[in-house]
């Protein structure tokens, strides 16, 4: 029925709760949510002076990233809480903090 909310596959989750696995020295990723063909949406926390290894090269799809608290370095300059950035599809970047970063990350098309 048009008149009735639908919460059927939803999903409510605090990234707090998701298990932290470190994927570099400094850097650890939370898994929120997966869907088909590697589309996902996750949490990175970059402590102090954290570098990822090389360049993250977006083959596959786009990457999204939301700055939630810090201050993210994609390579290229800094950016602070509240900004967003669009990385399309064949483009890469070299991710770190200097001061530290919460990330919301979001891979739209896998």
């Known amino acids: 029925m048009e008149n009735e909310l639908n ?4 999903l409510a989750i605090n990234w707090s709760n998701v298990e932290a696995m470190e994927c570099a020295d400094g850097i650890t990723e939370r898994v929120l949510w997966e ?4 589309k996902k949406a996750m949490v990175y926390e970059f402590k102090a002076g954290a570098v990822f290894p090389g360049i993250d090269v977006h083959e596959a799809g786009p990457e999204q990233v939301y700055v939630i ?15 967003f950035l669009h990385f399309p599809k064949g483009t890469s970047h070299a991710p ?11 891979y739209p098309e896998g």
């Open 69 to 83: 608290s810090g201050v993210f370095n994609d390579g290229r300059e800094d950016f602070h809480a509240g900004s």
């Open 7 to 10: 919460f059927e596959g939803a």
């Open 35 to 38: 869907g088909d063909n590697g």
């Open 96 to 106: 770190k903090s200097e001061s530290g970063c919460v990330l919301l990350v979001l």
